[in-house]
């Protein structure tokens, strides 16, 4: 049993050489536990319907400007099917907060892709309820990532975060209780986030029953309230991530695709040299991909190639088996050991 580490604020806030040395520290943490594999997945966005309203997603409820979608199970069943990247071993299916797209997309989906592919899959849908849960997990999926953002009660209220926190996070424990691989996450760098907001990510992240956590850095989204708030920069969520792979050596920490946003020329491959070990190649059709509006219209897509050359850049190799069979692997591990 691993005990966690609560990272001090000496070295959340590093730079220069300390920050160096603990980004060093975690990537060796990450080598020595998982090699240099990484594992590699796909991720489609299905449908930018949103019931809730937090004021950093430009897919919030109140955005009017924006051109809702939901994809078709054809098109995308299609595409993951029959034109995936070789390199892939995992695809994570991916919307707003719509209950619709759930049933009339992504259970067909995933019963379509259990049925026809050995991929192993992922959703990451919001909160839902305990029956919709299960259906989705006998459908076959077995990863199901849900977001605490902030892991401040009230600075969790203030940002309109989904219900209060500790709904979220019942829903999280529920998972977790029910044979689901959870993987969370938060916003570094959040506007009002001080040095106590930023610990409690860590202390909740550590109670919480989570087999991965990632970090995003805050970037001010074009339609959201928060458009005119000050970016996070890099530095920061890089620290985090360093800090949640010294506290936990054995979750999957994946490297975002806003720290190209974060930081365009050396973002990505900054994230691997914290210790993550998770990359996702963007899938979502390029005809509906700006209306996904996490942050900003132009994003920044990651490609296989994309992928695949910040790998190679920093000495570091597709893993051989997907996620959802390494969480097999490890769950049959752990009952012989019982």
Not at 20 to 32: G, K
Not at 210 to 217: F, K, Q
Not at 313 to 332: F, H, V, W
Not at 333 to 338: C, D, G, I, L
């Amino acid at each position: 049993m691993i005990t966690p580490s609560i990272p001090s604020l000496r070295q959340l806030y590093s730079a220069g050489t300390q920050q160096r040395e603990f980004h060093e520290r975690a990537s060796t943490v990450a080598r020595h536990f998982f090699g240099h594999s990484v594992f590699i997945r796909g991720v489609v966005e299905v449908s930018n319907f949103c019931r809730q309203n937090c004021s950093y997603c430009g897919m919030r409820r109140e955005n009017r400007d924006l051109e809702r979608f939901r994809s078709q199970h054809d098109q995308i069943a299609e595409l993951l099917l029959h034109h995936r990247p070789a390199s892939m071993t995992d695809v994570n299916i991916q919307a707003g907060e719509d209950p619709i797209a759930v049933r009339e997309i992504v259970l067909p989906l995933i019963r379509t892709l259990k049925r026809e592919s050995s991929l192993g899959i992922s959703v990451c849908l919001g909160s839902l309820n305990a029956s919709v849960y299960q259906e989705l997990q006998r459908a076959g999926a077995s990863i199901y990532i849900l977001k605490f953002e902030t892991g401040d009660p009230s600075h969790f209220l203030k940002m309109q975060s989904p219900g209060s926190l500790s709904q979220r996070t019942e829903h999280i424990r529920m998972l977790g209780d029910s044979g689901w691989k959870v993987s969370s996450g938060f916003i570094a760098g959040l506007p009002g986030q001080g040095e106590r907001e930023l610990l409690a990510n860590f202390q909740l992240a550590a109670e919480l029953p989570l087999a991965g956590c990632s970090v995003s850095p805050f970037v001010p989204g074009e339609e959201t309230p928060l458009a005119h708030e000050t970016a996070s920069g890099i530095d920061l969520p890089l620290n985090c991530m360093a800090a949640l792979r010294i506290m936990r050596p054995d979750w999957i920490i994946p490297a975002v695709s806003a720290l190209n946003l974060a930081d365009p020329i050396q973002g990505y491959r900054r994230g691997l040299r914290t210790g993550a070990n998770l990359v996702t190649i963007n899938l979502t059709p390029s005809d509906v991909r700006e209306d996904y509006l996490l942050y900003k219209r132009e994003r920044f897509i990651m490609t296989e190639e994309r992928i695949l050359e910040a790998i190679d850049l920093e000495n570091l190799k597709p893993s051989k088996i997907g996620l959802a069979d390494y969480y097999r692997r490890q769950a049959t591990s752990e009952r012989a050991a019982a």
